[in-house]
């Protein structure tokens, strides 16, 4: 195991020094990586590929985690129109697409829905990375874009339940769906209310005990905790991983974990991008590189396009919707999590998985490059825009300015009105009354 661990990480340094110096983005370097060192381009594996997609799956729960911490319910609440719209249409437009562009190559109706599924999800490790390597981690655009993937990683669980329906049963079980959708629903609100009432609390209690070395294990623990809890409720483990994080976002000590996690999360961030490119056969680029391009190119120009529409649709000015679109251009980790689906249910052709690692592969290479795209074509479209849509979009422009100018003098978070609304019920005020009546009782006996 340490043997692997130094092969992978003395390539993938290497590699990405000299992506570096390319003045290539250093995600790109880590998949290059991990085709040198993957079991297909030299005929032999130089690692074990177990274990490195083990420590890739602990790296997509921290860099997940990390995002938990990095994003506040109250930016979801705020954002929770475009979250909704942007999200559904582009999971609706992407599937209707997928599903036709499946009919066309001649896959029957379960194939179809199954590279529906897989074609309709972007990868929130891939986008935060890229987004974060291009310098752009704190502009507006990303507050929304962050949202969406949000939406569309709870959406997964959904499909997932009834890609599987439709598999075993070849018909739709609407009451099995509706009972995931509310048990999803139940799971979470008890999530954030419990989390949000007690570890803020807790952590304010022990502050002054928690160096740095007892807070991230603390941080990690309960990270950890959340991602167990999820898999046993059959939901996602990211998705446990991620509302840890937001739940801990809510703390005096978010700046603090987030500082102390970043360099955990590059590493296995890294091995994460490392194994992807393990997964990659030169030989199948080859034999379904006309297939190949096909997808990509499906992916590209629906997300491009459902993602513009979808954001602008939802209150996003242009420039926002089209930054989002043009970075959402990748084929995420769920598509994997469905194709493996698919078959272990004995449905999938041979030939889909092969092409769905290969086109999220370069999708993935694409994205920096996609997303270098967004403003220049913006700026063509406002350019060359009708001046009714010019107007619209200036409009749109104005009224996004006034709004955060309305938030930036916001009061207290939402985490501080829910544990202060709780606090002042008629039963917490009766119980603190009855505290400070005994204290003062012994404190007066002590005084006698």
Excluded at 120 to 125: A, E, L, Q, Y
Excluded at 260 to 273: D, Q
């Amino acid at each position: 195991m340490v043997q692997d661990l130094y092969i992978l990480m003395i390539t993938a340094a290497v590699v990405s020094i000299v992506f570096k110096l390319l003045k290539q983005p250093v995600v790109l370097g880590y998949i290059v990586a991990g085709v040198l060192v993957g079991p297909h381009l030299f005929g032999e594996t130089l690692v074990n590929t177990d274990n490195v997609k083990a420590w890739g799956d602990i790296g997509v729960l921290f860099v997940l985690f990390c995002i938990g911490l990095e994003f506040r319910l109250k930016n979801l609440i705020s954002s929770g129109k475009i979250a909704a719209v942007g999200a559904m249409t582009i999971i609706l437009g992407m599937m209707a697409w997928g599903y036709l562009v499946g009919q066309d190559a001649g896959l029957d109706m379960i194939n179809s829905l199954f590279l529906a599924g897989m074609l309709c999800m972007s990868s929130t490790t891939i986008v935060m990375k890229a987004i974060d390597e291009a310098g752009k981690s704190k502009e507006r655009f990303v507050k929304g874009a962050t949202s969406i993937l949000i939406v569309e990683d709870v959406v997964a669980v959904v499909l997932m339940v009834l890609l599987s329906s439709i598999a075993i049963r070849h018909q739709f079980e609407g009451a099995e769906l509706l009972n995931k959708v509310l048990i999803l629903a139940l799971t979470l609100a008890v999530w954030f209310i419990c989390g949000i009432l007690i570890i803020p609390t807790l952590l304010r209690i022990v502050k002054k005990h928690l160096n740095d070395e007892t807070l991230i294990i603390l941080a990690l623990g309960l990270c950890l905790g959340m991602v167990l809890t999820a898999e046993e409720a059959g939901f996602s483990s990211a998705l446990g991983a991620f509302v840890m994080g937001s739940i801990l976002a809510e703390t005096v000590e978010s700046h603090r974990i987030e500082k102390l996690m970043t360099p955990l999360k590059n590493v296995f961030a890294a091995i994460f991008f490392v194994s992807v490119g393990m997964l990659i056969d030169p030989a199948s680029l080859v034999e379904y590189s006309v297939s190949i391009f096909w997808v990509c190119l499906v992916v590209i120009i629906g997300m491009i396009l459902f993602g513009t529409l979808g954001c602008w649709w939802g209150g996003a000015t242009m420039r926002d919707a089209m930054q989002t679109s043009f970075s959402f251009v990748q084929i995420g980790e769920f598509s994997f999590i469905i194709a493996s689906l698919g078959t272990n249910l004995g449905v999938l052709h041979p030939a889909i998985y092969p092409i769905i690692v290969a086109s999220s592969v370069v999708t993935t290479f694409l994205t920096p490059y996609v997303m270098k795209a967004a403003l220049p074509c913006y700026t063509f479209l406002y350019n060359h825009a009708s001046p009714s849509l010019r107007a619209k979009i200036d409009r749109r422009e104005q009224q996004m300015a006034a709004a955060e100018t309305d938030a930036s003098s916001d009061g207290p978070s939402i985490a501080d009105k829910v544990r202060h609304a709780v606090r002042h019920t008629f039963i917490t005020k009766r119980l603190v009354n009855l505290m400070i009546k005994n204290m003062s009782a012994h404190d007066e006996n002590a005084g006698k």
